[in-house]
């Protein structure tokens, strides 16, 4: 009975979730990996604490409008496993949706998380791996070497470290990580505000699709790498979104936070074909940010010029 519950609530879950051009037949889910995006949101989730303007009202109000901060996973759900990208704020609930879509009844195996920086929103949800909570055993999580000193020589994190609650693997950049005979992650770095750790992105190899992830980042053009050549050469992007243009902080300047605006990122891949910009799924939104309205005008623009906005609760063959 348990299971049969389980398979149904997992059902509910992707078909409340997923949007059918990239989704899969829940039928279908028990013998494949599959990428599972967990959240879509910036730092502070969406609402965010603090904020009574109109952008969070909604979600205040209706559960269903509520997003996690920006993570995703590869799940196998043959040998009940996963590997986490950023651990949020929102891991409790993010490791659950893994979980409700799951074949077994057990929790899921940890077999990895992957580690982008050390702002709050990729990496506190490791607090939930220690002795007040999960109690883990050696979860490998992979960082860069700075975030990898970050984690071992500050409180409360390193405690982690001391209790066996977790094993922090190194990383470095453009050198490949082999999870399994089929999938291999590498991680690269990207220009972005480094008080604690160096700031990466993951590319994502799998047997049939290859996904590149990078929630956070600077200016396209201070990156060293063409952006515009890493679309062509990968079928799915995950690229930071957090704000639309630059009016949604009154106030702020701007300059000071240098992530690409959409528009600008839109302007960069304007002539990409179709198909190119269809495999781009903007992601990590600021509570800001219009794209989170189905019905705005940012968002139509969007989708009228070819693009995707990510959609929690995704799943993706690969």
């Given at each position: 009975m348990r299971f049969l519950v389980k398979q149904l609530?997992?059902?509910?879950?992707?078909?409340f979730f997923c949007s059918c051009d990239i989704g899969k037949d829940t039928d279908q889910?028990?013998?494949?990996?599959?990428?599972?995006v967990l959240g879509v949101a910036q730092d502070g989730g969406y609402p965010q604490a603090g904020c009574l303007k109109k952008c969070c009202i909604g979600p205040k109000n209706k559960p269903e409008l509520r997003r996690w901060v920006s993570s995703i996973a590869i799940v196998n759900n043959a040998k009940n496993r996963c590997w986490i990208f950023d651990a949020t704020p929102d891991f409790r609930e993010q490791l659950q949706m893994i979980n409700d879509v799951t074949a077994s009844e057990n929790p899921v195996n940890?077999?990895?998380?992957?580690?982008?920086?050390?702002?709050?929103?990729?990496?506190?949800?490791?607090?939930?791996?220690?002795?007040e909570v999960m109690g883990a055993n050696k979860i490998p999580v992979y960082a860069m070497p700075r975030m990898m000193?970050?984690?071992t020589?500050?409180?409360p994190w390193s405690q982690l470290v001391t209790k066996?609650?977790?094993?922090?693997?190194?990383l470095q950049d453009g050198v490949i990580i082999n999870i399994n005979d089929q999938i291999k992650i590498t991680p690269f770095l990207v220009p972005h505000r480094d008080e604690y750790s160096e700031t990466v992105g993951f590319h994502i190899s799998g047997p049939n699709k290859s996904v590149l992830f990078i929630p956070d980042i600077d200016k396209w053009e201070l990156w060293q790498k063409d952006i515009v050549a890493e679309i062509e050469r990968n079928d799915y992007l995950f690229l930071d979104a957090t704000f639309f243009d630059g009016t949604e902080l009154p106030g702020r300047n701007m300059s000071q936070i240098p992530h690409p605006f959409v528009v600008e990122s839109m302007q960069l891949f304007a002539n990409l074909s179709i198909k190119e910009k269809q495999k781009i799924h903007f992601i990590h939104f600021n509570h800001t940010n219009p794209l989170y309205q189905p019905g705005s005008n940012a968002r139509k623009v969007l989708n009228n010029a070819g693009?995707?906005?990510?959609?929690?609760g995704k799943i993706i063959n690969f």
């Open positions: 609530l997992s059902a509910s879950l992707v078909i889910l028990p013998d494949q990996t599959f990428i599972y940890i077999a990895g998380i992957f580690l982008t920086h050390a702002h709050v929103g990729h990496y506190t949800g490791l607090a939930h791996l220690g002795l000193n970050f984690l020589d500050n409180g066996k609650n977790i094993n922090v693997e190194p693009f995707q906005v990510a959609e929690q």
